[in-house]
């Protein structure tokens, strides 16, 4: 059943919440664009371990952080379009300039000249009047390693997620630490998301960081986990969404989820699903943000019943 969304009282009824979203550039932009309107209520914490393209340049000369995926989110942020442009504009030259990112080069660039990868960001984002915090999950370089079942390893995201199995287990290389200013918002969250986007490359990095998982299963935060609608191209696509939840659960040793956002059908699964999710209907792969929203608004008051949304008639739980 498609929601019927009031987005103006919708929002209304998230503004009393702090969240927080965990994830990767499309996805987690997504979800940070359809609720912006939180402004400094809303933190996301972004995944930092690509190593493909322009971003992967970067990585392999300056030993850097991931940069793409942090430009991704605060293009979707940026009010004006000539910023979004700037911020994606991508050099087509034969200099040495060819297939770089400006948006990269220009938090690479704020970054060289501030004391921390996040002072940067926090410059850009003041420029951009971007207004809800944006924050990498480490400020430490760091790369996705996966552990087969043949006892081989896989090193970095590209090859992972050219994997035709699902790995055995992930961790990340070096270890690295989180941000003291993401333990902190994610401490005095009222809600964390988690998604959309690459199971196994967005949302996993972040939840290996040490202390993240372990911050977030201590919280009094709820969790909602945001499937993706169409199959990802990566071993994560061919698993339903009752086993994402559970190699997530074989993964941490816990559960972290406490609901799930999805467009297809639960398959008797302990955690409620909230299944009246629709595409954008220009992009089929992306949720439409007001349809979005309304199943937060949902999922809020299905887990935080004093928020005083309205009646959930769209949440499934099967035992």
Request: hydrophobic share 40%; aromatic share 4%; proline share 5%.
């Amino acid at each position: 059943m498609l929601i019927s969304s009031q987005t103006a009282s919708d929002k209304k009824r998230l503004k009393s919440l702090r969240i927080t979203a965990i994830g990767g550039g499309h996805g987690l932009g997504r979800v940070m664009s359809t609720l912006s309107f939180l402004q400094s209520r809303l933190v996301g914490i972004v995944c930092t371990t690509d190593n493909g393209g322009a971003t992967g340049m970067l990585r392999k000369h300056h030993q850097c952080i991931a940069w793409g995926d942090i430009r991704n989110c605060m293009s979707q942020l940026a009010d004006q379009p000539l910023a979004k442009e700037v911020l994606n504009f991508r050099f087509n030259s034969n200099s040495n300039l060819d297939g770089h990112n400006l948006g990269n080069l220009l938090l690479y660039t704020l970054d060289a000249l501030s004391a921390r990868p996040i002072d940067g960001i926090q410059l850009l984002s003041r420029l951009l009047k971007v207004n809800n915090r944006i924050l990498p999950m480490s400020e430490t370089p760091t790369d996705l390693l996966a552990e087969l079942d043949n006892n081989l390893q896989c090193f970095g995201e590209i090859r992972i997620d050219e994997l035709s199995n699902m790995p055995k287990r992930l961790s990340l290389s070096p270890r690295v630490n989180a941000t003291p200013e993401a333990l902190h918002h994610l401490e005095r969250s009222d809600l964390i998301i988690l998604g959309p986007g690459s199971f196994l490359t967005s949302v996993m990095p972040p939840l290996l960081v040490d202390d993240m998982a372990s911050i977030i299963a201590k919280s009094a935060a709820k969790v909602i986990f945001i499937d993706n609608l169409v199959p990802e191209q990566s071993p994560a696509g061919a698993l339903s969404l009752k086993t994402k939840l559970e190699w997530l659960e074989q993964q941490l040793g816990y559960q972290l989820v406490d609901l799930a956002i999805s467009n297809v059908s639960p398959l008797h699964s302990d955690i409620p699903v909230i299944s009246c999710v629709e595409p954008d209907q220009e992009l089929l792969h992306r949720h439409d943000t007001d349809g979005l929203l309304a199943a937060l608004v949902q999922a809020a008051h299905h887990l935080i019943p004093d928020q005083g949304a309205e009646l959930v008639t769209d949440i499934h739980s099967f035992k």
